[in-house]
């Protein structure tokens, strides 16, 4: 929510009501929280929880067993959350500091994350608004630009959505308009 329109809601807040013979702020406290979230629809402690699932998978990686040719397996899948610029999370790493697979990952879990039709808060992304997006990030330094173009020019995307993605949401997508 914009600036001004929490500023708005704040005010509304404070309009006193009668019940019972009493004054009371129309909004409480905590309805005022609830209502003036910035950015989705989480206050920051409640995107700290669904944050923290990712070092609690690095956690449980890094106790598991591997050969030797699997070791990376904590790191790749840890790094999904990680952007270019290192504004991601857990460790906040920077490209010089992600490795080509977590780069993969973050790709792939972008994707999978923009157009899952089975989350309860939201409803799946149509592919072309999914690799819009997608293709902000790339723009805002969040995810390779390289490995982006390779995703789209292999058709990665495609092959995805034809077995996973709904059939609703599948449409056209301006594939010059992403590697061009």
Known sequence: MARDLQ?????????????????????????VRNLNIA????????????????SITIDMLNELPYPKHLKKV???????????DGTGY??????????????????ADIYEALTAA??????????SMAMRIMGF????YH??????????KEGVYKKYADEYV???QIDEVNEPALVG
């Open 137 to 140: 990030m790339r723009n805002d």
């Open 143 to 152: 995810i390779d630009k390289d490995l982006f173009e390779i995703f789209v």
């Open 7 to 31: 500023n708005r809601v704040k005010g509304i807040a404070n309009y006193p009501y009668k019940e019972g013979g009493k004054k009371k702020p129309f909004l409480t406290e905590e309805e």
């Open 90 to 107: 857990p460790m906040g790493l920077n490209e010089k500091d992600m490795s080509t697979q977590a780069k993969m990952m973050a790709i």
């Open 74 to 84: 904590p790191e790749f899948a840890g790094g999904h959350h990680e952007k270019l």
């Open 166 to 168: 709904k059939k609703g």
């Open 39 to 54: 950015k989705g629809t989480l206050l920051p402690e409640e995107r700290q929880i669904i944050n923290d699932h990712i």
């Open 118 to 127: 089975d989350r309860p808060y939201k409803d799946g992304k149509k592919l």
